[in-house]
């Protein structure tokens, strides 16, 4: 086998082309693997882990573009290589010849005078100038894009708010405005429910578990991760919460983060309390002290919890929802003494493998509520253990793949499977592993079909695993609705046919996950 | 209630900037998406939005925009340059682009300055006039310090006739000679006893009977009028003035028939209008000087107010800098040739014409010109895509010049140096072609666009103010 590749400086292609054009490749006769990537550490490391970092590309920079292939002989990687160069001046062109689109904002909304929202997803350092762009033009944003810095963060923020222009982001993967799905969205009934959430995937858990239980959507505004830092202040989510709040077609207000600074927690209930409609609050980890003291507002441990509450708030005739969380764990351990009993005695830790930072977080809580620890993440809780290297894990593992580290350059582990598939064929080889946690998020902007491969990804691990003589038990949760365009159902069935066991909320997988580990 | 509430129930129209996988599921829904060809800006090029004392760019640019739409051209009257032309006097040679010497003079440059001081009488022939030329006895200025614009060489001397133009909204005037024809003519450097005789009798016949006619109409002409209606019938008003030359003669013909008493010598001065489709363009560009002049001195803009070459180099001026040449090397002309002559043949770019793309016509229009696309063996298709690639570099629209094919959308209008800079795209430039040595004239006519090191230079100085 031989590796070859080639780098070109200063080259640039939007992520998803360069996925498209490495598939092409590794279909390639005489082709084993293929990398097109952008030099960024992360994808070096993962380069290096597929046999593919040559010298060429340790000392290319973040801003150079690599090809790699490692195929059978020479005239096979040269010819894969040539294929790919061709294939990206190929991707680069225009789509038709006779059709010349806008290629700025600025003369895009000249030509489109009633255009009212731009959806940024450009690399982070040409974000912030593209929306400045937008807002200065009356735009509202969904900024998808992240690594724009703090201070353009908040600039852009205060602008937005003084012109009543929503900046969502960055790093705002979804957003439901108007009953359009933005970035990673599901397709969703319109109803009372209002969210405003600083989390992409919280937003998608809530919102299609309220859809289960027949509950709409009026909006899903997304802030972006950072927006109820200190530095921020929350403005967005004060910005949208008010919104919500006198919007008509809201009744039941839902606000979703991670535990914000003290100061912008106090603003955000003060803001919350100072509407007659309900609000359920879920500071995914915080203390819920606070927030029981504040009136109008409902505090919710989870997103699982959130989304019940938020129902029941629509129709209390849901009644008790310890109750039903009650029921639902013992059905819980009841499947996990069967998936127990045939561990092997070094198969203690579970290995949680998300695509969906918030379904991340809150595993974790989970675990820490079920004093699994520790717990090492790449995004870890506060107080939380690091994990040493993201490529590795450790101990219980929970990493989140969609982490800046493994996207700069590459494509979103909810688009792209490949990175979560190596993974889990990683830890299937780890006889310490005694559960593999998955989430798998459908809905638009999402892998077509993640079941078609992440269903003989579960069974090629567990047969791994199996030829090593151990079983190896695959939780999974799918956050979805059956409107979505890869189905809800079809996707359980696929992932259940491979074995995997399914649970109707990522809470209910990582608890699930998390009784087969615990003693 | 928060104005944030205004988008609630709205249809959304998107603007997708970056992932097209982005654009695409929204598009699935059934939500008009405009899917942007973004690309990064240029490496090394910030996003300049204020001056370094704060100027709000986009605010000044505005301004700009708004002082050159409001402007109102009209064709005032006739003068000789040596009587109307400030500064202008009898050693004297006005010539196009940016300030230059007789040594560093191109061929057809040259060629043009020869040929004036013969027809002023200052030179008897050739070597004479070369050597009054060298030797420091003639003053050479460009056309643009002195309110004027020349097409090619653009050689000015003082007993030529030229067109005085008003901006009637502003008050600023404009000066151009009249337009010779084509071939072997003095703005291509054509020298000889027919150039000088063409140019006797333009100066003792043609200007004389259009004179004549001006003065009996108290309003003038509308230039600009003409303008937006030759846009409508294929003319982009640089290289494509058929149209608007029928219609300035539709609009002096009364008055001329009206105020000479020789029919034959009105046929001849009808003719000869009539057998050159590039009249009006001596109309066509003291219209952009007239209304562009207004925009020159307004701080913190980045918008040119002046883009002109003399065949050795190209300049450009910005409306915050009105004084000050940003000069590169003059590009290579892409075009059709006449028959005998080839790109070998070929001087770069020259002209002040260019002052018709700097006023948001000529290039800009491309769209409007489809015919112009003959010149490189180009399609409809491509001087459409070329207008829509100039309001990526344009700080705006034009309201009274529209192009059909884009269901009327204004023309591009304002180049602006920081666009050019942040998206890579170079003016497009709609030109003919002069013969490099002296003394031959026009050899063809197409297309180019503007060198990069000038607009570079420019946004540096820009950055700096």
Redesign the interface.
Known sequence: MIVRSIVKPSEYHDSVSLMLVARELAGLEGVHDAAVVMATDANKSILAGAGLLTTDIQAAGPNDLVLAVSAVDEPKAVRALGKAQELLKWKASPESAGESRPKSIRSAVSLYPGANLAVISVAGRYAADEAWEALRHGLHVLLFSDNVSLPDEIALKKYGREHGLLLMGPGAGTAILNGVALGFANVLPSGPVGIVSAAGTGLQEVSTLLARAGVGLSQGLGTGGRDLKKEVGGIMMLLALQALQADPATQVLVLISKPPANEVAQAVLTQASASAKPTVVCFLGGELGALEMAPNVIPARTLQECSLLAARAVHPEIGDIQAILKAEKDRLEQHAIVLKEKLQPQQRYLRGLFSGGTLCYEAQVIWKDMQISPVYSNAALQGGLALPDSTKSYGHTAVDLGEEEFTVGRPHPMIDNDLRIRRLLQEARDPETAVILLDVVLGYAAHPDPAVELGPAIRQARSLAYSDGRRLPVVASVTGTDRDPQGLRQTVSALGAAGASICDSNAAAARLAGMIVSA | ???????????????????????K??S??G??V????????K?GVP?L?QTKDGLDI?AANQEVIGRIKRGQAVLAGMGIAREVIPGMHSHMLLHAGPPITWDRMCGPQRGAVMGALIYEGLAGDEPEAARLAASGGIEFSPCHHHHAVGPMAGVVSASMPVFILENKAFGNRAYCTQNEGLGKVLRYGGMGAEVTARLKWMETDLYPALDRALQSLPNGIDIKSLIAQALHMGDECHNRNRAATSLFLRAIGPALARTNRDNEQLARVIEFIDRNDHFFLNLSMPTGKALLEPAEGVPGSSILTVMARNGTDFGIRLGCMPDRWFTAPAGKVQGLYFPQFSEKDANPDIGDSTITETAGYGGMAMAAAPAIVQFVGGSP?RA??TT??M??ITAG?HEQFTIPALNF?GTPLGIDVR?VME?G?LPQINTGIAHKDPGIGMVGAGILRAPEQCFKDAFDALKDL
């Open positions: 209630m928060s104005k944030v509430n205004d988008i609630f129930g709205k249809d959304l129209t998107v603007i997708n900037a970056g992932l097209t996988s982005m654009a599921s929204v699935d829904q939500v008009k405009i899917d942007l060809d973004w690309c990064p800006p490496e996003h939005r986009d298709q459409t895509n829509l690639e309001y990526e629209e959308r666009r998206t795209i």
